[in-house]
């Protein structure tokens, strides 16, 4: 079956063409049961964009699949290695090569934007110094923030230019994979307009996996190769946008179908 | 996959110069290679430069930069690429639209200039500060007074709480620091006392001592410390998530939301806390003087009545109200001027602690200054 129009999460896709693999994942804040028996594969080089209602658990599937939660059950694989496996040589593999841009942001307040950028590279290369603050201007610049924006601290920054600039970070390292929660929510629509097509760039030029949560129609119309829809614990539907919205069901109709979907997705 | 080591050659046998690249050109291997081919950056300067990529194999942004750079190249005048390679045009390409901007480092400024600059700034920083307390200072008065005059404005509920939490909470510290201290000036006394056969008047010292200066000081410094943290840091994260403003926009008013209910549940807990205290630092004292000088309970309490009188305690307790004043209105303004970053939370804190421990010793000398005068 090709993965283009499958429905439901795919099982059968060669390891290497895998870059995060989820199996049985399942997560529960005491009694409350948040993800039961899921399946995810997020295959190299596409945006996946992951849609559900609030409360579904979005946020807590990625805090799984980066390292942050550990799920109550199953296995989170990510580009061939256990991601809560108790070998630390696991984890360590997996150190750079992902990149996360958080909802609000996350960058270190005491720090310039500069200064938030060169953290990883700082902490992960041996640059020189010199190349070091070079390469942080030239990923500063890459995420379309204008050069003056180097020196500001995050809280002189607009929420837009904020985002822009935790992207820099993300990217700082090249990562394989790229997590954005929310990167769009907030920001007006041209500039969210403008998000979309930066991160569309990016994807291009980095060969990125781009793991991206989002409520906005119109980055998952313009941003995104495949859509997964979570309901009810799990994966209802996974499939390119189109072909998710001829074959929705129940809380998925709902979603398309409403007039915000409607207006957004013609 | 191991990584292989970033090498290049300059090939100037052609009618340009080509740089030929190898190995892996990526964020962990250019580190070597930076300082050799920085040098290089100004040989090759007869352009139109040219690039073989052929030897390359893993490239990402950061190599690629450092590629462009040595090539000076710019989207108006590009670098030449030659041979064959997945991503490298593509890379190059979109690297060279920034690679001017990245030289843009802040201009140093000089070691004087920083130091004379801060000197200044503080400067105008206490000046402003001072300005600001005072203003403050009446703002609270005014916010007091009005609810003086309608007490069913006063916000009891926050009002107990924060009575709980930096009064009632305070006890046991209050108490037990106060009777250690209690004790310690009753040892001093007795030890400096015996050397002049006049170690009976240990008793005297205590009483004037705890009555007079430490009961109220004890529990100022503790409540300087406990209390006035909290509030800032209340005070404070409630400005950092706009919570203040979300008062303002409802109509309700910050001071007396937040800083009334604080400067009246210190006014009235801080002269309990003192009382305790006082107790405390007697019992300390009581107990050293009859144990070293077998000093019945009866003779030293008679002495206390005697000798040191209620005076001594209404001295003391005079200041309570200053100090609780002094304290909750330090708080308060620290936590409503902290901004919306970290830092400033973290700078605003030690600030209110700083300035209400400044605040209180200063007044404490005003007082002894006063009572001087007054032949307390």
Partial sequence: MNPADALTPILDIPDEEVAIRLRGVGNRFGPIVIHEHLDLDVLRGETIGIVGGSGTGKSVLMRAIIGLRPPSEGKVTVLGHDVWSDDPAERKALDARWGVMFQDGALFSNLTVRENVMVPLTEHTDLPPKLRLEVADLKILMAGLPPSSADKLPSELSGGMRKRAALARAIALDPDILFLDEPTAGLDPITAGKFDALVNELKETLGLTVFLITHDLDTLRDACDRVAALAEGRVIAIGPLDHLREHATGWLSEYFGGPRGRAALG | ?376
């Avoid at chain 2, 939301?257 to 604080?262: E, G, N, T, W």
């Avoid at chain 2, 019945?296 to 209404?314: A, E, H, I, K, Y």
């Fill in chain 2, 1 to 376: 996959m191991p990584e292989q080591e970033a090498q290049f050659a300059i090939d100037r046998s052609g009618p340009a110069p080509i740089l030929r690249v190898t190995g892996d050109w990526t964020i962990h291997t250019i580190g070597l290679i930076d300082a050799e081919l920085r040098p290089v950056r100004d040989l090759v300067e007869d352009r139109p430069a040219i690039v073989d990529v052929s030897g390359l194999m893993d490239l990402d942004t950061a190599g690629a930069y450092v590629i462009e750079k040595a090539l000076h190249s710019s989207v108006d005048e590009p670098a030449h690429m030659i041979g064959n390679h997945p991503v490298a045009g593509r890379m190059l390409a979109e690297v060279r639209k920034f690679t001017t901007g990245c030289d843009a480092q802040p201009e140093p400024v000089a070691m004087w200039r920083q130091l004379l600059e801060r000197v200044g700034r503080g400067m105008t920083q206490v000046y402003e500060e001072s300005i600001d307390t005072i203003g403050f200072f009446g703002e609270t008065v005014v916010a007091c007074g009005k609810a003086i005059a309608k007490p069913s404005r006063v916000r009891w509920l926050p009002t107990f709480a924060v009575a709980e939490s930096a009064g009632l909470n305070a006890v046991p510290i209050v108490m037990t620091l106060s009777f250690f201290i209690g004790a310690v000036i009753a040892f001093l006394g007795k030890t400096i006392l015996q050397d002049f056969g006049a170690s009976v008047f240990t008793i005297e010292l205590v009483g004037f001592a705890i009555l007079r200066e430490f009961g109220v000081l004890i529990t100022a410094i503790i409540l300087a410390g406990r209390s006035d943290s909290s509030f800032t840091a209340q005070i404070g994260s409630m400005k950092m998530t706009q919570e203040i403003d979300a008062m303002r926009i409802l109509g309700m008013n910050p001071m007396e939301m937040l800083v009334v209910p604080r400067v009246i549940a210190l006014l009235v807990m801080f002269p309990i806390l003192t009382f305790l205290a006082m107790i405390a630092g007697i019992a300390g004292g009581a107990i050293v003087t009859m144990l070293t000088l077998d000093i019945s309970p009866t003779l030293f309490f008679n002495r206390l009545n005697d000798n040191v009188g209620v005076d001594q305690f209404w001295a003391g307790m005079g200041k309570a109200p200053v100090f609780a004043f002094i304290i909750a209105i330090i708080g308060c303004r620290q936590g409503l001027n902290v901004e919306s970053d970290v830092i400033s939370l973290g700078q605003r804190t030690t600030a209110s602690v700083v300035q209400a421990l400044f605040m209180v010793i200063v007044v404490e000398a005003i007082f002894a200054l006063i009572y001087m005068e007054l032949g307390i």
